[in-house]
């Protein structure tokens, strides 16, 4: 408690980071109602800022802007019936029938509380337990690691998506495409195709852009063309004065408390994130309310469980990256690349050093701030964002998006070459999408790729036993045996269901 005191005696001293929690907080719950752009894709193209920042400023703005950006989804879900992102799929099939009796002001409101009250708790996990997690992993060394780094690769490939097959080959395809560029120990070069530009491998920032912004504009085009619909948000009329009562707040504080346990536990889950936290939590309420058959027909309790259990997550996903090194989302990921940028290694030792334990707990506090910052927009000015999204048209949005996507991913490093990887990888990107492949275990195995190979080598060097090394120390083994019994158990599930 001394330390998260001194977090925001740090953070309150920092006008800057300050500033930029705010600021973080709306961008995030802007970038989260807009249907299609999620708080990754934000994030992505913010990214280059934090080369201008200093370590807390960019890491807080971009950590609330994924808090907020989770919560932002709920707003384009409720007032339109279109996720904004899918964390918030699950709060559309109770929030949209309530707009349509003009109570979307209390659908809102209703949002906002268990947002809050989820990522409240989410946060409280994550400082608690990311110590006491880091003391048990401080002695682990790079064979310990190459087996987390595997079970990680196996378990995303596995949970993420309908398919484990689609899983493996999007993870192994973002190991093949990490590999571009020198070899950490040789010095060669790897697959260059002799341009200078990628002796350093890939950059996140345009690969990260092309995935998530790029990708996106292109689908929403696609669908713009096939559709014979025309694809506008509507508004329908509502009443921003209606709001969630006192009685109907007391009902819903266990329904939340369950939630939220559930969405930290699956945050915690390398690779499940938001999206299976609101169903599991949608589907576990509505199975034990006594009323089930009123689910989907406009009712508070299903609003209040998954927007608990999807904002629930952001907190505990930290806990793997800032524990082990393993990002345990597409946020978190991006995330670790920031933490690199300004030189600070992840893992059980960025506890042990005072600056950085300094900085982590400043995160920390920044979260705190983050999520009462955007509890107070979205309670009093949700509806009101949902009517300027609404006013402006697609063509003009995402023709902005894309400007900006592409200047973006120039700044990183104020080459061209960005710019044609943002635009490939926004090709394949869509093709990701079209085929049903992971983008977010691509991209995480991208992030991982680099650390797995080196301590692969490393765990060689320092063994006469080759690769029996892995199978002969215990906790090496214990990661490998979870991470493919979590394979082998999503193989046999479709089995013995038929």
């Excluded at 709306?26 to 800022?49: E, Q, R």
């Excluded at 190459?146 to 995303?156: G, Q």
Aim: hydrophobic share 55%; charged share 10%.
């Amino acid at each position: 408690m001394i330390d998260l005191f001194g977090g925001f005696v740090n953070l309150f001293t920092n006008f800057e980071a300050l500033l930029f929690v705010l600021f973080g907080a709306f961008v995030g719950m802007v970038a989260g109602a807009l249907p299609g752009l999620t708080a990754s894709a934000a994030i992505a193209m913010l990214l280059p800022l934090s080369y201008h920042l200093d370590a807390l400023s960019a890491l807080a703005f971009l950590y609330v802007i994924g808090k907020s950006g989770r919560y932002g989804g709920s707003i384009a879900a409720i007032l339109f019936n279109t996720p904004g992102t899918a964390a918030s799929a699950a709060t559309m099939q109770d929030g949209y029938p309530m707009t349509r009796r003009g109570e979307a002001g209390k659908a809102l409101k209703t949002a906002t509380i268990a947002s809050v009250f989820g990522d409240y708790w989410g946060e409280i996990i994550l400082i608690f337990g990311a110590v006491l997690i880091a003391s048990v992993t401080r002695t682990f060394g790079p064979t310990e690691y190459f087996a987390i780094y595997v079970m990680a690769f196996v378990v995303i490939g596995s949970v993420v998506g309908e398919s484990v097959m689609k899983g493996i080959m999007s993870t192994l395809f973002g190991g093949f495409v990490a590999l571009i560029g020198m070899d950490t120990i040789t010095g060669e070069t790897r697959m260059t195709m002799g341009v200078f530009e990628l002796d350093e491998g890939l950059s996140l920032v345009p690969l990260l852009i092309g995935v998530f912004v790029i990708s996106e504009i292109m689908a929403q085009t696609y669908v713009s063309f096939t559709s014979s619909a025309k694809n506008e948000l509507r508004l329908i009329r509502q009443d921003p004065a209606s709001k969630m009562t006192w009685q109907e707040f007391r009902s819903c504080v266990p329904l939340m408390s369950r939630s939220a346990l559930v969405g930290s536990f699956i945050g915690m889950m390398p690779g499940l994130g938001s999206s299976v936290a609101c169903f599991v939590a949608y589907g576990e309420e509505k199975r034990r309310s006594p009323r089930s058959e009123e689910w989907g027909t406009g009712i508070v309790e299903g609003i209040a469980a998954p927007e608990s259990a999807n904002n629930a997550v952001s907190g505990p996903s930290m806990i793997p990256l800032l524990t082990l090194g393993i990002p345990g989302s597409t946020i978190a990921a991006v995330l670790l690349g920031v933490f690199l940028i300004h030189g600070i290694t992840v893992g059980p030792q960025i506890f042990d050093n005072s600056n950085s334990r300094e900085l982590v707990f400043s995160l920390f506090a920044a979260g705190l701030v983050g999520i009462t910052a955007y509890g107070f927009i979205g309670y009093f000015f949700g509806p009101w964002i949902g009517q300027v999204i609404a006013r402006v048209p697609n063509r003009i949005l995402y023709s902005f998006i894309f400007l900006t996507a592409i200047i973006a991913a120039y700044s990183s490093r104020a080459s061209i070459v960005d710019i044609f990887i943002a635009l490939l990888f926004g090709v394949i990107g869509f093709c990701m999408r079209v085929g049903n492949f992971s983008a977010a275990a691509f991209v995480i195995a991208f992030v991982l790729a680099r650390n797995a190979e080196e301590a692969f080598r490393q765990s060689l060097m320092l063994s006469d036993d080759g690769i029996l090394i892995f199978i002969k120390e215990p906790v090496a083994l214990a990661f490998l045996l979870v991470g493919f019994s979590v394979m082998l158990f999503r193989v046999v599930k479709p089995l013995l269901s038929r």
